[in-house]
């Protein structure tokens, strides 16, 4: 049985999605605040972490990046009231690998747990060379190390990021719709009506502009994005 740490100070969140996950097979250990949540979180074993960012005691920023120092490998889904590009950012820079707005829809929190989940287990297959590495114009991703450099310069990218990149990177000069990269990237094969593409192809370009002079990744109106030189 899959485990879940829950670090949230509401009631009814906790509530409504310890039944849920409950209901769908998993063991759920619940915090209500940030230190027991850490303390939990650095002393037991856990296949997920959800945290709130507003929570008494130490706020689940801080929690992330504590535990990223002793963990790199357990997922972490951010929940919070707190939408805007520039939260979610702050968010992604402590350490977590996804986001999730409130209010939300427990079909779309049981989907990128699924996902999550996905991604961190370990794959027994063996490393492979050349297959694995991708180019693109000053851009090279290794799909086996797990790095990304332009122009010489590492991009330190989240899992989230790198999968999103290497489906670009996979179709290169192809637009790609954002169902196709919900579908591919967080295992969802139904639009979520939130702008989650959007803020993580905002945030891919900003770590990639860094490095180079022209923007690779660029926008279709009315379509969707591709990865293309001018």
């Not at 992330?64 to 702050?90: H, W, Y």
């Not at 050349?130 to 991703?141: G, M, N, P, Q």
Request: proline fraction near 2%; aromatic fraction near 8%.
């Amino acid at each position: 049985m899959k485990k879940i740490l829950l670090v949230e100070d509401d009631t009814r969140v906790c509530s409504f999605i310890n039944k849920g996950l409950t209901e769908n097979g998993f063991e759920v250990t619940i915090a209500m605040d940030g230190t027991l949540g850490l303390q939990l979180a650095l002393n037991s074993q856990f296949d997920l972490i959800i945290l709130d960012i507003m929570l008494p005691s130490i706020n689940g920023l801080e929690v992330c990046k504590q535990i990223r120092l002793q963990k790199s490998d357990v997922p972490i889904l951010f929940l919070t009231a707190m939408g805007s590009t520039e939260n979610v950012v702050i968010g992604l820079d402590s350490g977590a690998d996804d986001y999730l707005i409130k209010p939300f829809k427990f079909i779309e929190l049981l989907a990128r747990i699924k996902t999550l989940m996905r991604r961190g287990g370990k794959s027994e297959e063996p490393e492979t060379a050349s297959s694995d590495i991708y180019r693109f114009a000053d851009l090279v991703l290794n799909d086996t190390e797990k790095t990304v450099h332009r122009n010489e310069h590492e991009i330190s990218l989240t899992s989230t990021e790198f999968r999103l990149l290497l489906m670009f990177m996979k179709n290169p000069r192809k637009v790609l719709s954002r169902v196709d990269m919900l579908h591919e990237v967080w295992g969802v094969n139904f639009d979520m009506g939130t702008n989650v593409v959007d803020v993580y192809v905002n945030y891919l370009r900003k770590k990639m502009d860094k490095y180079g002079d022209q923007k690779l990744i660029q926008t279709v109106i009315g379509m969707g994005y591709v990865l293309k030189e001018y």
